[in-house]
């Protein structure tokens, strides 16, 4: 295994570059970040909705949440993959395909773990903004989203660990990341599916294991220097 | 100033006002009080509509209240000051009065902080501008928040119970900060139980029960002779 991996480090972790897309473990984490980037600002947004007193913002909001939330990830990938080159008539590369399912995908959780934060603060926090005579938009702007977004900072963090594991998936469109690169070297090695497989999960793994250490230490910083005691 | 007129409001089958007819003038002090579960806190809530009502109309300098063009510029008129404080945590006291003036546009950050700097020596916490809440004591976290309440300049202060969570040794600091409000001439509705204040500062004592407006009198006439059965219990079991 150890033999294996000497041989094919670099190509786990950068795919093919400069030869051809950037690809591996570099990708998987990009595609993760990438992702999460973009949901973020979306799981706001729906957040907003599924709070919303008008039904015009929380119907919409809600049936996205409760669609994506109700389905695996991969009908996303094969919807993204196959509806949206028809939608905007124009081919559309891997990346983006996975980017776009990913998007919607974690943005309706994010959504659902920001939801969590504004109703866990205390109704007086919104009475008290709102008495000074500040608006429902700017008081969630400047003190509603902001205690919330950092309370739940640690679960937005899982949920960035629970999306490196969800790139995987997009080895069935042909992304090139770094299921793709382990698939490649089992199909030049033939023999050995096993190491291959092994390899690939002990990556995942010990990637997974650091961010989770991350969390770990944002969480006991958090705990330390908090100054909110509701 | 303040005029209720009928004010009707239910939480489901159970009446939580009944009726409330009643005026506050310019400059006066009104305390209300009244055992728990009589609707002090929902009345004075109704002023900036907090709550919503279901009948009768309530106007603040005429205009109404729950029909009014700008619920966010009425609002930013009237103080209010709640039981639990509500300073925002992420904040410091400094930035708790600043925010409002500043979003609003108010005022520039400049002046903001000028003023919000004054206030806090007005309540006698300036050495705590840059302080967070949760480094505050409780007496110390309301007089922020009275503080940030006047930072928006209201002609109305209003207070829910602003001394009910606080420890005993820190409710004179709070009650000397309104007294001192008073003397300047704040039209201020207290709900409290602070029986004391009501006989030092205010004007009228109005008295709740069951959601009415059962007795609104002088606090000299008030405590000396009641004139319900309803508040001479209540005053007899405050005393006791």
């Known amino acids: 295994m150890l033999e294996i991996l000497s041989d094919n480090w670099l190509s786990l972790l950068i795919g093919q570059w400069p030869h051809g897309p950037m690809g591996g473990l570099v990708a998987t984490i990009g595609l993760a970040i990438i992702s999460l980037l973009l949901a973020f600002p979306l799981g706001i947004l729906l957040a907003l909705g599924r709070i919303s007193p008008y039904r015009i913002f929380y119907w919409p909001a809600t049936a996205v949440v409760y669609v994506v939330r109700g389905l695996p990830l991969i009908m996303f990938i094969f919807w993204a993959y196959f509806m949206l080159p028809l939608l905007i008539n124009t081919s559309v590369s891997g990346v983006t395909t996975m980017v776009a399912a990913l998007v919607i995908y974690e943005g309706a959780y994010l959504a659902e773990i920001i939801r969590s934060g504004i109703q866990a603060l205390p109704p007086g926090q919104m009475e008290a903004s709102r008495s000074l005579g500040m608006g429902y938009m700017k008081t969630m702007r400047k003190v509603i989203l902001p205690q919330a977004l950092y309370n739940t900072l640690p679960s937005m963090l899982s949920q960035f660990i629970s999306t490196v594991k969800e790139t995987s998936l997009g080895f069935v469109i042909s992304v090139h990341e770094l299921t793709f690169a382990a698939a490649q070297i089992n199909n030049i090695l033939l023999t050995r599916p096993f190491e291959v497989f092994t390899l690939l999960a002990l990556t995942y793994f010990v990637l997974n294991l650091l961010l989770t250490g991350l969390v770990k230490l944002i969480e006991s910083r958090m705990n330390s220097s908090r100054l909110v005691v509701v | ?240």
């Open chain 2, 1 to 240: 100033m303040i005029e209720f007129k009928n004010v009707c409001k239910w939480y489901g089958d159970y009446m939580a006002l009944d009726h409330v007819s009643a005026r506050v003038a310019p400059g006066e002090v009104v305390v209300v009080c009244g055992p728990s579960g009589s609707g002090k806190s929902t009345l004075i809530r109704t002023i900036n509509r907090l709550e919503p009502i279901q009948q009768g109309q309530i106007f603040v300098d005429k205009v109404d209240v729950y029909n009014c063009g700008s619920l966010d510029e009425l609002r930013s008129q009237i103080g209010f000051v709640f039981q639990q404080f509500n300073l925002f945590p992420h904040m410091s006291a400094l930035e708790n009065l600043m925010m409002a003036p500043v979003m609003l546009k108010r005022a520039s950050k400049a002046d903001a902080r000028k003023h919000a700097l004054e206030l806090l020596e007005r309540v006698g916490l300036e050495s705590k501008a840059d302080a967070y809440p949760a480094q505050l004591s409780g007496g110390q976290q309301q007089r922020v928040a009275i503080a940030r309440a006047l930072a928006m300049k209201p002609r109305i202060m209003l207070f829910d119970e602003p001394t009910s969570a606080l420890d005993p040794e820190m409710v004179n600091e709070v009650l000397q900060v309104m007294k001192a409000l008073a003397a300047e001439g704040m039209t201020m509705v207290c709900v409290t139980h602070e029986m004391n204040f009501a006989r030092d500062v205010a004007d009228m004592v109005w008295f709740m029960d069951a959601g009415k407006l059962v007795e609104l009198a002088p606090p000299d006439q008030f405590f000396a002779a009641p004139a319900s059965d309803r508040a001479k219990k209540f005053l007899q079991d405050i005393r006791r």
